[in-house]
């Protein structure tokens, strides 16, 4: 994982909007995804914002996340990392509002997303007629890719919330069930050689009800199952290993140009 690559390898990569799928992708992926869980959370009952004005707040945010993503000439990892963190909670918003304020059904908040994503990929594969990570080297692949992470991540949440609040399978049952299916589609990719582009998604799909799963199990009361630690230290916590793993992460792309040279 960590090898350094051939130097026209590298440059193609470099080229390239999104970082490389490695098990550093893979780790603050899950990490993105529970904060976005607590954070949304943090931000939507201690800061008395309400579900409404959180959702706003935030888009806006993201929408200027996007605007410093979309202008880079390649992958910054602060900047893309940024952009993924925050459109964890919008995602996760979006899902609340549905469920909160609009009285949708986890269910079908879930159908939806799922019809939405099945959408955006099928229009993505329409027009560039690929649905691979390795070539986002223009904008309206670019467009495609955080749209459809968008629908990752609302469809992630809600059905998450389905299995550990609906079904009620609890919050570190719901963690072990999706980390068990994200190891069958491990061995799908490894062992057994399915697609690798629908396994990519397949996966990043499961690792936001995973990593909303972690989220709340830390996060929630201990008599509603989980360990009391609350949003805020949740969010801290994560947030904190997020930046360590980011800066590691943007040395080794440092690292790998200097090799390139």
Same mark, same amino acid.
């Given at each position: 994982?960590?090898?350094?690559?051939?130097?026209?390898?590298?440059?193609?990569?470099?080229?390239?909007?999104?970082?490389?799928?490695?098990?550093?992708?893979?780790?603050?992926?899950?990490?993105?995804?529970?904060?976005?869980?607590?954070?949304?959370?943090?931000?939507?009952?201690?800061?008395?914002?309400?579900?409404?004005?959180?959702?706003?707040?935030?888009?806006?945010?993201?929408?200027?996340?996007?605007?410093?993503?979309?202008?880079?000439?390649?992958?910054?990892?602060?900047?893309?990392?940024?952009?993924?963190?925050?459109?964890?909670?919008?995602?996760?918003?979006?899902?609340?509002?549905?469920?909160?304020?609009?009285?949708?059904?986890?269910?079908?908040? &879930? /159908?939806? @997303?799922?019809?939405?994503?099945? $959408? !955006?990929?099928?229009?993505?594969?329409?027009? =560039?007629? +690929?649905?691979?990570?390795?070539?986002?080297?223009?904008?309206?692949?670019?467009?495609?890719?955080?749209?459809?992470?968008?629908?990752?991540?609302?469809?992630?949440?809600?059905?998450?919330?389905?299995?550990?609040?609906?079904?009620?399978?609890?919050?570190?049952?719901?963690?072990?069930?999706?980390?068990?299916?994200?190891?069958?589609?491990?061995?799908?990719?490894?062992?057994?050689?399915?697609?690798?582009?629908?396994?990519?998604?397949?996966?990043?799909?499961?690792?936001?009800?995973?990593?909303?799963?972690?989220?709340?199990?830390?996060?929630?009361?201990?008599?509603?199952?989980?360990?009391?630690?609350?949003?805020?230290?949740? &969010? /801290?916590? @994560?947030?904190?290993?997020?930046? $360590? !793993?980011?800066?590691?992460?943007?040395?080794? =792309?440092? +690292?790998?140009?200097?090799?390139?040279?």
């Amino acid at each position: 994982m960590d090898n350094y690559k051939t130097p026209d390898h590298t440059m193609s990569h470099l080229l390239n909007k999104v970082p490389e799928v490695t098990i550093w992708f893979w780790i603050i992926k899950v990490l993105c995804t529970t904060v976005g869980e607590t954070a949304a959370d943090y931000l939507n009952t201690k800061l008395n914002l309400g579900l409404t004005g959180t959702t706003l707040v935030m888009s806006v945010i993201l929408v200027a996340a996007l605007v410093l993503q979309f202008r880079a000439k390649k992958y910054v990892p602060g900047i893309y990392w940024l952009a993924v963190v925050l459109i964890s909670v919008v995602g996760t918003l979006i899902t609340d509002n549905l469920t909160d304020n609009f009285n949708v059904s986890l269910i079908t908040s &879930s /159908v939806l @997303f799922a019809v939405g994503l099945a $959408l !955006v990929f099928a229009a993505w594969q329409s027009i =560039e007629h +690929t649905l691979s990570i390795h070539s986002i080297r223009t904008a309206r692949r670019e467009g495609f890719y955080w749209l459809a992470i968008l629908f990752t991540f609302a469809l992630g949440t809600a059905a998450g919330d389905l299995v550990a609040e609906k079904i009620n399978i609890g919050y570190w049952k719901s963690a072990l069930l999706f980390a068990g299916l994200i190891a069958v589609v491990t061995i799908a990719h490894k062992v057994f050689h399915a697609n690798a582009i629908a396994t990519f998604w397949a996966g990043y799909i499961l690792t936001r009800p995973l990593g909303a799963s972690i989220g709340d199990y830390m996060s929630q009361a201990k008599v509603d199952g989980g360990l009391g630690i609350g949003t805020t230290g949740t &969010s /801290v916590v @994560f947030l904190s290993v997020i930046g $360590l !793993v980011v800066i590691y992460m943007a040395r080794r =792309e440092t +690292t790998a140009v200097q090799h390139s040279k």
